[in-house]
């Protein structure tokens, strides 16, 4: 067998890990989520679920990666042969988010350019609904949208097929800095705007009793595994490429700091700026502060409309931090799927890369149509509401309950000061699973009564895909290894 490649320092490993986690979801989706689950309280069980979420889960991913050192595939088949079929549930989920995460970045890369001269005009909402996506009931297709995920697809190509460290390991090593000093920067020149003082009491306002609220503390769970990326096995890839003696527990706790801190700082400069927007129009912080597209393609180009001359580098530049987030995030998906499927189907890294990212364009060129960002919602709200929670769910039984995880402790304690005791399995057996379980029922249960009938349609296609998929993927590289153990018998 030859050797797995490793990352060339554990600084670069860190860099990877932290332009994994921080993307789009920390820059949209926190502050949105800050906002209405109660303020400066959401920060109590924000808290609560880092430790007994965020910190235990990579905690096991990356012990598994150090200790099996294979992609996410191989690890599940040397727990037990069938639970390949889980790991292929997991590359199939991240392969559908990856599709339309691109798109997101696309949509980014378009508004970068716009923002130089601000050409999405005096109504962003309008243009961004006719003239970006070009949503209607009639299917057509959107060739900007769709140039522009190519363009995505060739730079996240053109990112991966290198080797580990001439490729990723280049990239998020300037990526990632620059991601941070740029948000640094936004956010010091937010905080001198006037009226950022509003957002900021915004901010800082706490409500004790939303604490009572279960809503708030299902937030806050669902926060962290999308911004850590948690349950996908990217931690778990790219663990695997980390030398023999690695303090698992430093790398575990930096990467959450730089991440969690990434959005919290973040949401600050965007609640100044959104602050400035109250007192220059008037309009209600709440009804400012919007989630995901609305606030970084309608709200943001809005701001920059009353804000002078100073608007047209503040917003190239906030593009440009949101398009490495996105960038740095989708290259940490491509890895893991082609780390698994290149070792499976014994494809080098360039082959897979290439076939993967022309079957992934061709796949997100079903969101460059007139349909797509209705498509959009519900396939991201379907993936990360159900099938992420119960991925994570599963993940705890197999490796709470099934596989040993004393054996997983002792790689944990073995490079460090930090030693993991046994609240760690207890979080991973009962307090991780238990809170999910709840998270999962009432997700699942608020789409069975709130989607209408065509949403119903999309989301049991998609849990199609998602049950033949892995099995057949399963069932074709079982032959696969049946052959070729047949002809090394021969041999
Ligand atoms: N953590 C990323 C974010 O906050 O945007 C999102 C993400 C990365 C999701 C990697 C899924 C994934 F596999």
Aim: net charge positive; proline share 3%; glycine share 8%.
């Amino acid at each position: 067998m030859s050797e797995r490649t490793t990352w060339n320092n554990n600084y670069i490993f860190l860099m990877a890990m932290i332009g994994s986690a921080v993307g789009l979801g920390n820059i949209w989706r926190f502050p949105y989520i800050y906002y209405t689950n109660g303020h400066g309280t959401f920060l109590i069980p924000y808290i609560i679920a880092i430790l007994v979420l965020g910190l235990p889960f990579i905690f096991l991913e990356s012990s598994l990666g150090l200790k099996f050192k294979e992609s996410l595939i191989n690890t599940f088949q040397k727990v037990g042969d069938k639970l390949q079929i889980i790991g292929w549930l997991i590359i199939i989920t991240v392969f559908l988010i990856t599709t339309y995460y691109i798109c997101i970045v696309g949509w980014d890369l378009i508004y970068f350019f716009l923002s130089f001269t601000k050409a999405w005009g005096a109504n962003p909402a309008t243009y961004f609904t006719t003239n970006v996506v070009q949503s209607s009931n009639v299917l057509h297709f959107v060739p900007l949208v769709g140039i522009s995920i190519l363009v995505i697809w060739i730079l996240i190509w053109f990112i991966c097929h290198k080797d580990l460290n001439d490729g990723v390991g280049k990239a998020v090593n300037i990526l990632v800095p620059l991601m941070f000093v740029i948000m640094i920067g936004i956010v010091i020149y937010s905080l001198t705007m006037p009226g950022a003082s509003i957002g900021i009491k915004e901010f800082f306002t706490i409500d004790w009793n939303a604490l009572g609220n279960l809503n708030i503390w299902l937030a806050a769970f669902g926060q962290i595994i999308f911004s850590l990326s948690l349950g996908m096995g990217i931690i778990l890839t790219y663990s695997s490429y980390l030398p023999e003696k690695t303090n698992l527990t430093k790398n575990a706790v930096m990467t959450i700091f730089a991440n969690c801190g990434f959005e919290v700082v973040n949401a600050i400069g965007v609640f100044s700026i959104l602050g400035f927007m109250v007192l220059t129009s008037g309009i209600p912080f709440n009804q400012l502060i919007i989630e995901g597209t609305g606030l970084a393609f309608i709200a943001f180009p809005e701001v920059f409309n009353v804000m002078g001359p100073v608007s047209y580098i503040l917003g190239p530049i906030f593009f440009l931090c949101i398009l490495i987030a996105g960038i740095t995030s989708l290259i940490s998906m491509l890895e893991l799927i082609s780390s698994s499927i290149g070792d499976k189907f014994k494809l080098s890294r360039k082959k897979v890369t290439t076939i993967l990212c022309i079957i992934g364009f061709l796949v997100s060129m079903i969101y460059a149509t007139s349909f797509g960002s209705y498509l959009l919602g519900i396939v991201d709200s379907m993936l990360n509401n159900v099938i992420l929670l119960l991925i994570i769910i599963i993940e705890c039984i197999i490796f709470g309950y099934i596989y040993s995880m004393d054996k997983l402790m002792e790689i944990l304690n073995e490079n460090t000061l930090f030693k993991v005791g046994n609240w760690w399995k207890y979080c991973i057996k009962y307090i991780t699973p238990i809170i999910l379980i709840i998270l999962w029922i009432s997700g699942v249960l608020s789409f069975i009564f709130t989607a209408p009938t065509k949403e119903l349609i999309i989301r049991g296609a998609l849990i199609l895909i998602l049950i033949i998929g892995p099995i057949l993927a399963y069932l074709i590289t079982k032959k696969l290894d049946i052959k070729k153990s047949k002809s090394n018998n021969l041999n």
